[in-house]
């Protein structure tokens, strides 16, 4: 199993400010994915993280909202910009075993966010 | 779109019981399916992954099924322990990214 950390593990911030989110993983991966947790929700889906190129967005999910960057097959960065309280959520990257798609999904411990 | 629906969403059972929970996908298409553990504020652990060819996935005191013409799995869980108590979450895996789609979840609660 691939070991995952996020950074921050939670945040407090303020409506119209800005928040990247780092995911690290310890071993090569060959995907890379963020996903949302709202409040007593499941976790949607927000995008599939592209090595060297452009993040793979969900229907609702925009990149001027969530850039993505994925500059290396162990790390990637989600953004979340402009917040408003509806932002608060908790997210959470993933990445597929690095043998290919096929294999299981492994999660980071995730990043609590409180927009006030 | 792949909908993915889990039943029941709470369960209370008392310690030593065996139980199951119930997973439904709209789609079969899927290339896997996985069941997931979610500790209060925590993230998310992986139980048991069923790639679409298998029928069955054991771990321990939990075994997982999938029907993919039919649309289902289920999990389940023998002699639960309150150590069990926990969401348990279903997610098929579709599309060409073989991305995941959750269910809500069941949240269970073992009594001692």
């Known amino acids: 199993s691939a070991v995952i950390s996020q950074k921050p593990s939670r945040d407090i911030c303020q409506r119209g400010t800005s928040l990247t989110i780092q995911c690290q993983v310890d071993s090569q991966v060959t995907m890379m994915f963020w996903y949302r947790q709202q409040p007593g929700q499941s976790l949607t889906l927000i995008a599939t993280?592209?090595?060297?190129?452009?993040?793979?967005?969900e229907s609702g999910f925009v990149i001027d909202k969530f850039p993505i960057s994925r500059p290396n097959l162990t790390f990637s960065t989600l953004t979340v910009s402009n917040m408003s309280p509806e932002d608060s959520s908790i997210y959470l990257c993933s990445v597929a075993g690095k043998t290919g798609p096929y294999n299981e999904q492994f999660f980071g411990p995730g990043t609590r966010l409180t927009v006030l | 779109k792949q909908e993915v629906t889990q039943i029941p969403a709470a369960l209370s059972v008392p310690e030593g019981e065996n139980l199951v929970l119930n997973c439904s996908f709209t789609?079969?298409?899927?290339?896997?399916l996985q069941w997931f553990r979610q500790d209060p504020g925590k993230g998310l652990t992986s139980l048991l992954l069923?790639?679409?060819?298998?029928r069955e996935q054991t771990s321990g005191r939990l075994n997982a099924s999938l029907d993919k013409s039919s649309g289902r799995s289920t999990l389940y869980i023998a002699a639960s322990q309150p150590g069990d108590s926990a969401t348990y979450l279903c997610?098929?895996?579709?599309?060409?990214?073989?991305?995941?789609?959750f269910g809500s979840g069941t949240q269970l609660t073992v009594l001692p």
């Open positions: 069923i790639q679409s060819s298998q």
């Open positions: 789609d079969s298409a899927i290339y896997n």
């Open positions: 993280a592209n090595q060297g190129s452009e993040a793979t967005y």
């Open positions: 997610a098929v895996g579709s599309g060409s990214a073989r991305q995941l789609t």
